[in-house]
């Protein structure tokens, strides 16, 4: 393979896969995104991330500045605060200035953001290089070191390097990596929106309107609410209250043509596989609604009314799994990013922007090795052994976070025993401000490792 001039083949139009195209496209290397969805709309992308400040960090980095600009411009209010209610909305603890990022660089901080809307950022020029309807079968290497990724039309592509960014069912995982598995964390989730208008906000106390709020419940039962509002109202016309600088940008972007979020909550119920029906996965959205809202039918009037405005065609269901740690592999030509290495469960909430984190490091790796004539393979030698360090970890941290194991999942006496500690736990450190202090710090600290020691060719 040369050193100096390389063509890169990435396999998915994800939130890493796309990062690493905006990098490597602006640095001038060759590269072509193959994506399974048929079109640029496509695919159920439209419910809330969070971008973490190594997350928004590596958008910094990777991004043209424009284009950082317009991301900062089409995120939802970021939640300031990180709550936890009883499923009788009781407030068990509530930590303001979480996600704070006063004192700090407002490109390193937290961002709340749609699927969609971050999916149409990052395909924003990239139209010549994202190839849709290219569902990945297999790939071959070749004897003068290159490889050609095959497509179910029967097309190929063949190129220097070759990327898995297609997700936690990776099918180049599955023939690069046939010994690395995921397995079910036990817990299942049903994941859906509903309007967020006059009607639904009087049904939400101020904080859980601004903040990241957990509900627990008996038998472990739990919902995470998000409340996801944006610039733009709700026929997609710029609200009027909007700066005349974000105004600019948003009526200059063309991802708004295809961007369908309009202001939402967003609302995650989880639960444990024992007390939910055995063709769960099978369940469509109506029957998934109706099952939500039998579920909950003990909790709180307003919580209820919720789960009853939620639009039953936005409900899906939800394996949660996680990726089995691997000891490194020898390096080649073929690398993956992303869940389609090192899938994790959403208790961190880091998923994402640890496939960012892993696009920052292997964009600017291979930049080096195109501007310095260096082998590409060292490139994506010290790429993998940083994410062997740093993304396995936070997969253990992240199924700590869903133990399925908990007393808290039972239904006799010593779970709700259990669940009764967890509660009074929560509520003495409500009441002790430096023990949540400390709280704040931790949870923070997951999320903001600080600058990577890379660079990339900043505007």
């Known amino acids: ?65 424009e284009l950082f600009a317009t991301f900062r411009a089409t995120t939802a209010i970021t939640p300031p605060y990180f709550n936890m209610y009883t499923e009788q909305f009781s407030e068990l603890i509530s930590i303001g200035g979480y996600a704070d990022a006063t004192g700090r660089d407002r490109a390193e901080a937290e961002y709340s953001v749609s699927r969609m809307t971050l999916r149409q950022i990052l395909l ?51 023939q690069y990596l046939p010994h690395a598995t995921l397995i079910d964390s036990g817990l299942y989730g049903i994941t859906a929106k509903l309007p967020l208008d006059d009607h ?35 026929n997609g016309e710029l609200k009027q209250n909007i700066g005349g600088n974000d105004a600019t940008l948003l009526a200059a972007w ?26 769960f996965m099978r369940l469509d959205g109506p029957s998934l609604h109706a099952l939500l809202c039998e579920r909950t039918a003990r909790w709180h009037p307003h919580l209820r009314e919720l789960f009853h405005l939620v639009d039953a065609s936005t409900c899906f269901p939800i394996n949660i ?25 959403p208790g961190l909430g880091v998923g994402a922007n640890t496939a960012l984190r892993d696009a920052q490091i292997l964009s600017a790796n291979l930049i080096t090795a195109h501007q310095a004539g260096t082998p590409a393979l060292d490139a994506i030698a010290d790429y993998e052994s940083q994410m062997h360090g740093y993304a396995w970890d936070l997969v253990a ?63």
């Open 1 to 65: 393979m040369s050193t100096d001039s390389f063509r890169v083949l990435v396999i998915g139009a994800g939130t890493g896969g796309l990062c690493l195209a905006q990098s490597l496209t602006r640095a001038g290397i060759d590269v072509g995104v193959y994506e399974r969805d048929r079109t640029r709309t496509d695919g159920l992308f439209g419910f809330r991330v969070g971008i973490s400040p190594d997350g928004s960090r590596a958008l910094r980095a990777c991004l043209p500045s």
């Open 124 to 174: 924003t020029g990239l139209e010549a290089v994202v190839h849709f309807d290219k569902k990945f079968t297999h790939y071959q290497t070749h004897s003068d070191a290159t490889v050609t990724a095959y497509f179910a039309d029967g097309t190929p592509a063949t190129g220097d390097i070759l990327v898995g960014a297609d997700g936690s069912n990776s099918p180049v995982r599955r």
């Open 200 to 234: 639904s906000r009087t049904l939400l106390p101020p904080r859980v309107l601004r903040g990241v709020t957990m509900i627990t419940a008996p038998r472990g039962d739990s919902t995470i609410i998000h409340v996801m509002e944006f610039r733009w109202d709700t």
């Open 254 to 279: 063309p991802g708004l043509n295809f961007d369908n979020s309009r202001d939402y909550i967003m609302l995650g119920f989880g639960s444990h596989g024992r007390y939910l029906p055995a063709d």
């Open 321 to 345: 799994r996680t990726s089995v740690r691997i000891d490194p592999w020898p390096t080649t030509t073929v690398t993956l990013i992303g869940d389609a290495i090192h899938t994790m469960t």
């Open 397 to 459: 941290k992240s199924l700590e976070r869903f133990d399925a194991n908990s007393a808290v999942y039972g239904s006799g006496i010593g779970a709700r025993l259990a669940l009764a500690r967890q509660r009074i736990g929560m509520r003495m450190v409500n009441h002790l401000p430096p023990v949540k202090r400390k709280m704040q710090a931790a949870m923070n600290a997951d999320r903001d490792h600080g600058p990577n020691d890379v660079s990339t060719t900043e505007e």
